[in-house]
Structure formats: structure tokens, C-alpha cells
């Protein structure tokens, strides 16, 4: 394939309003395309003869150094000398920028070993005049350049994600009428790091500076790049007056959080009420409609009517540049009551009087945006715990509730007729009644087993269904601190019953086997390079082939990750398949029944230590995987996000933490793991 690149004017040398963020972006799945022999080989040709200096940011699926990289100049299609290494200019742990120079030439080549694919996410290169060298500048640690208006949307500034200083002297541009949606393509775990090499990468082409004025993260942060008086380099022959918005991630294939459209809309709107910019989408453009590119992604470019919309409303209510009236109460001009030290978007009550929330009078004690209903300051903290109930016999409550052995209030627990704290309680609450009304007594006795395990009260069980205090164990009732697993469901009145959910029919399994296209579910004494490069493994040391009801499985035992309950990763740690932010994910913990079935990708996601051979990358991030619980066959559909679990813990899989309440699983139980046929909807296999 053959590329044809715009050798690009330095801005350092030429101030021309030419220059552009479109470099060739190639992700893994991309560059297996061009493997010719040992070497993945790309080429461009040129649109100007001349002295050509080659860049490129290499981003890698786990940090290490950076692959070597060849390039060649050609002139009237012949090679101009042989292959010559590129210059590693800048690193840091999976970002890292090379760069060689060139004599004249019409076209240009660059490669890498072959070897090397399993290890590169992505790639983004170019070819640009070589501009005039500058001294490398230190780490910025001026006080940020942002306007005062931007204040409330604590956005990370260039000091505090780590900038370096402007390389040369950039083009003053303070009228700004126009914006430019962008978004990087690259991933990295660390957004702060990602900038740094976009940054570095931006340089090293000649520019003076990271070519967008704002970089925004999944979770919604906003982050400083250029500053905003300087025209920016982001969209060709459009730079002038064009405020560039640029979102980190490939939004190709992922979709974009609600939490970072919501910061666009946000940022859009402040920007355009500072310049008196229409929020229309003639003046608010995503990049593809300044330039011949595809960005800002297929999936966040759709967006961008939305974005102005959002925008709009926002202009309509709290968001906008001019205070609301003030008065003794703050009330906004949607009508909201705010009390003092409230916010509003941007402004805060101090002393029934509106101030900017960056002279404001504290800490917002509360925010409410929309300006519909106001924001009241909190209610007075919790009264601290009880001291304990009366003690008696029966465990009297100084309300007069009755609480049977077992029983709990809200936080003590009657153990043989003491009251005790819960804990440093006797065991399990058999039940709970936290105002003292009533009471709470120990259950009944156990209800009379049969095959069916009925229920005195009519309901019929099944095998591992749980009432409130036994478990339905091969037809007889059981205590369930004296069960025989993990409760396939609990219905706690006996009056419906709880019938375990079962193996769904053989005929519906989506179950594509353990080898598609060429790839395998990793399982013991497979070959894995991608395991070897990480860990030093040379091969998969754990899970076992098997056959259940039929069809082949790897079983293993699992372990959980992802949510905002997973302390084990950071707030900001991403999954090495898809970029996303793991503790973004299982949000809500508890979802509802509509919100499993509206996002079902942010709730059923597995990792495994694939092999990115024969297949790269992006093969993982198409692939559905279907999971059963053999114990009970329970079986869902899940995508992979993550690399793992490292091969100490003994474990195959990690699973969602939804998957793993689905499956009624918890940490080191055997799961069974296979292929689905892709486009399987993910969840519950019914």
C-alpha cells in the first residue's frame, strides 16, 4: 500500500498557516497488513522533491523499549543508499518517538522486524521538511497560561501533566471563531504520558508546541495543551482562529463515555461564549471536515451534533460567561434557590452574592448545573451510632422491638438474648429490622425437604437456589452456612420459589470452539510469544481442555477485576485490548435491568493471556467468548478488555465483576471458557 504525504512546512521556520495533526495512523491489525517477509514495510510517497526528516510515535501494548526502525529515501523510484536506523529521541515506558533525516527524495520507507508486531499497538508517523534545531527545552514550570473563564473546569494544566516548554516562537492568534473535534488514535495506560509523547512527537516534526489547544480523557478530563493565544497546528490550511479540541483514544473502535462528551460539551460551550463563537456545527467541525481524514473517529464523529446540543442547553442555563442575578437567596435565571457557599457551572454563592467559583468564597458545598433547581447546602452529617438496645432475654429493643437469636438491628446483633455489634456478632444476620418497632425474629425451622426442596410457604426450589436461610441441595434443605455452593438465585418469602437458572438448551450455546482464525483460547503448553515478551514464559502454564455436555472447553479457575470497586488498579489504568479506563467500568455496581441491557459492553468483559500471534490486537477486541459455570450451568457472553491474569495466581480468566455475579462464581472457581461466533450479543445466555 502506498501513502501519500504532505511534506509539511516547520512552523519554527515558517509560520504559514499550513500545518496539520493528520499523520499516518496505523494500528496493529492495520500494520499486519503490511508484512513483507521479516519486516512490516510501509511506504509514502512524497508531494514535494527535497530533504525529508522522518518521525514516528510508537505506542506499545506493555511498557519496553522501543522496536528498531529503518528508514530509506527513494528518488524516481529507486533507493537512495541502504536502510538506516532511526534516532530513539524520546521514551518513557510505552510511549516512545523516533526520528531520522533524509537526504532528497521523492518517496520515503520505514520498517520494522515482523517480530516486533506483537508488541506495537499503534503507529503514527510522517515525513515533514527537516526544520532548523533548537535547543531541547526544559520541563515547563511557569504558572499555567489559562483564562480565568476556564477556571471551574479543572483542567489539568501543561505544568501539572508535565509539558516542556514551547520549542520557538508560535504565531499569535487570540481571535478565535471556529473549533475542530480531533481524536489521538493512540492509547496508553497513563493519559498524562500519552500527552508527553504526543507532545515530543510534535516536535521532533518542527512544531513549537503539541498541536491541539485542549486534550480530553474518557473519564472526562480536560487537559491544557497549547495556549489559547497562539494559533494552533491541527487542521491544514484551517489553523487560523481554529481552536483545537483533540479526545485520547481510538474512537474507531470505542465508543465515547458520556463523561468525556459531557466535559466536550462543557469546553465547547465556555470556549464559544469567551470568543462569541455560534454554536452551530458550521462553526464547530469535527476534523475529517477541515481535512481529507477520518478522524475524529467513526463512532465520535456521529456525535458532534449532540456535542453542539449539549452545548446549546448549557448556554441556556448555568453554563454560560455572564453571572446570574444576585439577590439574598443566589436564585439563578432558571429559577433555582442556591444557599450559601452553592454552586452553580461556574459561579458560587458567597453571602447571597454570585462570584466566579475561582474568587469564590471555599469549597462548593454543593453543585446543581442546570439552574432548575438550585443547589441547597448538605444536611447535617449522620448522628453517630446507638448506644446499644437494653439487654434481656429476648433481646428487647428500647423501641420496643423483639429480636430473636441471630436477629439484627442496625447495628447490633442478638446473640443467645445479649446484644452484641454486628461485628462482633454470632454469625450471619438471620434478619434485619433497623427501626426497632418491630423487631426481628430468628427464622423458622427448616422448611420440609423433598426432590423439589418446597418451600412451606408453596414455593417450589431447585438445585443451589437459596430461601432466606437454607440452600436446596440435591432435593433436601440445607443451612446455608452448611450449603453446597456458591446461591444460584434467593427468593427469601417462600411464597415463588427460586429455581436455579440451568444450562441453556445445546441448541442455543453460542460455542465457537477454542481455535478462530488461527488463534486459540490460551491453555496449557501453548506456544505464546506475547506471554514470553511480558513475563518470560515461554508457554501457557495453566487450564485444561474438556469435554462438557459435547462441546470442547478450557476450564481454569477465575478471578475478578474492572469497577470502581477494583482497588488493585489504579483510577487511571487502562485495559491493554481496548484503552478503556477499568474502574470506569461495572458502574453502577448494581445496574438496573435496563441499564444491563442498554450498555451490556461496560458490564461482561473477560481477560485472558492472549496471544497477539497469528493475530494482533484488534482480532481480540472483535472476539466474544462464552463462560459457563459447570456447577451449575449458567453461561453468558463476554469481550476482552485486559491482558491477564499474570500466571503467579494460579488463575486463566478474570472476569467482570457482573460476569462473576451472573455466573454465581467467586475467585478460584473452575469456569469453562470457549469461543463465540463473533457479533454474539453479549450477557446472559438465556
Known amino acids: ?407 439484627c438491628s442496625a447495628d447490633y446483633q442478638c446473640c443467645d438474648g445479649t446484644w452484641r455489634t454486628q461485628a462482633g456478632g454470632c454469625g450471619t444476620c438471620a434478619c434485619t429490622e433497623t427501626s426497632g418497632q418491630s423487631g426481628c425474629n430468628a427464622p423458622p425451622p427448616p422448611p420440609p425437604s423433598g426432590q423439589s426442596c418446597a418451600h412451606s410457604f408453596g414455593g417450589v426450589y431447585g438445585h443451589l437456589a437459596c430461601s432466606t436461610s437454607y440452600q436446596c441441595c440435591d432435593g433436601a434443605w440445607r443451612t446455608r452456612t452448611n450449603g453446597c455452593g456458591t446461591c444460584t438465585c434467593e427468593e427469601g418469602t417462600g411464597a415463588q420459589g427460586c429455581g436455579g437458572q440451568g444450562a441453556p438448551p445445546m441448541s442455543t450455546m453460542p460455542h465457537a470452539g477454542l481455535t478462530l482464525g488461527g488463534s486459540q483460547i490460551p491453555r496449557q503448553g501453548l506456544a505464546n510469544p506475547t506471554l514470553n515478551a511480558t513475563l518470560g514464559v515461554a508457554t501457557e502454564p495453566l487450564g485444561t481442555v474438556m469435554t462438557h455436555q459435547g462441546l470442547s472447553w478450557v476450564r481454569g479457575r477465575m478471578s475478578w477485576f474492572g469497577g470502581p470497586n477494583d482497588s488493585g488498579v489504579s483510577s487511571t489504568e487502562t485495559g491493554a485490548i481496548t484503552g478503556e479506563r477499568l474502574r470506569s467500568l461495572n458502574s453502577p455496581t448494581n445496574p438496573s435491568a435496563s441499564t444491563l441491557s442498554s450498555r451490556p459492553e461496560d458490564y461482561y468483559f473477560v481477560a485472558m493471556r492472549w496471544a497477539y500471534s497469528p493475530n494482533s490486537v484488534s482480532f481480540w477486541r472483535r472476539q466474544r467468548f462464552v463462560v459457563m459455570n459447570p456447577s451449575t450451568g449458567a453461561t453468558l457472553v463476554a469481550r476482552a478488555v485486559d491482558w491477564g491474569p499474570h500466571t503467579r495466581t494460579g488463575r486463566v480468566i478474570d472476569l467482570s465483576p457482573q460476569a462473576r455475579t451472573d455466573l454465581g462464581v467467586t475467585t478460584d472457581d473452575d469456569v469453562l471458557i470457549a469461543f463465540a461466533p463473533e457479533g454474539t450479543p453479549l450477557g446472559v445466555v438465556r
Not at 5 to 17: H, I, K, T, W
Not at 125 to 151: K, Q, Y
Not at 352 to 373: D, I, L, M, Y
Not at 379 to 392: D, E, I, K, L, Y
Request: negative net charge; charged residues 20%; hydrophobic residues 35%.
Open 1 to 407: 500500500m502506498v501513502m501519500a504525504l504532505a511534506a509539511c512546512v516547520p512552523e519554527g521556520r515558517d509560520l504559514s498557516d499550513v500545518g496539520d495533526g493528520a499523520d499516518r495512523m496505523l494500528s496493529a491489525e492495520t500494520l499486519a497488513t503490511h508484512v513483507d517477509g521479516d519486516y512490516v514495510t510501509l511506504a509514502a510517497e512524497l508531494e514535494a522533491e527535497g530533504p525529508q526528516r522522518v518521525v514516528a510515535l510508537v505506542a506499545l501494548g506493555a511498557p519496553g523499549e522501543a522496536p528498531r526502525f529503518e528508514a530509506r529515501a527513494r528518488l524516481d523510484g529507486v533507493a537512495i543508499g541502504s536502510w538506516a536506523p532511526l534516532e530513539v529521541v524520546w521514551s518513557e515506558r510505552d510511549q516512545h518517538v523516533v526520528r531520522i533525516d533524509l537526504a532528497d527524495a521523492d518517496a520515503v520507507d520505514l520498517r520494522f522486524s515482523r517480530a516486533s508486531l506483537e508488541v506495537v499497538s499503534t503507529l503514527r508517523w510522517a515525513s515533514v521538511v527537516p526544520p532548523t534545531e533548537v535547543p531541547e527545552p526544559a520541563i515547563e514550570t511557569t504558572a499555567s497560561g489559562l483564562r480565568a473563564e476556564l477556571s471551574g473546569l479543572s483542567i489539568v494544566t501543561r505544568a501539572q501533566w508535565g509539558a516542556a516548554s514551547p520549542r520557538c516562537s508560535m504565531a499569535s492568534n487570540p481571535s478565535k471563531y471556529r473549533m475542530a473535534i480531533h481524536h489521538t488514535e493512540g492509547a496508553s495506560s497513563d493519559p498524562t504520558r500519552q500527552l508527553r509523547g504526543i507532545q515530543a512527537f510534535h516536535a521532533n516534526k518542527g512544531w513549537c508546541d503539541v498541536g491541539y489547544h485542549f486534550l480530553i480523557d474518557v473519564d472526562g478530563t480536560i487537559y491544557e495543551g497549547r495556549e489559547l493565544s497562539r494559533r494552533g497546528v491541527h487542521a491544514a490550511n484551517n489553523n487560523t482562529g481554529n481552536i483545537g479540541i483533540s479526545h485520547i483514544g481510538n474512537f474507531h473502535n470505542l465508543t465515547p463515555p458520556a463523561a468525556m462528551l459531557a466535559s466536550t460539551a462543557r469546553l465547547v460551550e465556555r470556549l464559544s461564549s469567551i470568543y462569541g463563537i455560534d454554536l452551530t456545527r458550521s462553526a464547530i467541525k469535527g476534523h475529517r471536515e477541515y481535512s481529507s481524514t477520518d478522524c475524529p473517529g467513526s463512532r465520535l464523529y456521529p456525535r458532534m451534533a449532540s456535542i453542539v446540543s449539549d452545548a446549546q442547553a448549557l448556554r441556556g442555563g448555568a453554563g454560560g460567561g455572564t453571572p446570574p442575578p444576585s439577590g439574598g437567596s443566589c436564585t439563578h435565571s432558571f429559577g433555582g434557590q442556591y444557599a450559601d457557599g452553592a454552586c452553580s457551572a461556574d459561579y458560587q454563592c458567597c453571602g447571597g452574592t454570585w462570584r466566579t467559583q475561582s474568587s469564590g468564597c471555599g469549597a462548593c458545598v454543593c453543585t446543581e448545573t442546570s439552574g432548575q433547581t438550585g443547589c441547597s447546602a448538605p444536611t447535617p452529617p449522620p448522628a453517630p451510632p446507638p448506644t446499644p438496645p437494653s439487654t434481656g432475654a429476648s433481646c428487647t429493643h428500647s423501641f420496643g422491638g423483639v429480636y430473636g437469636h441471630l436477629g
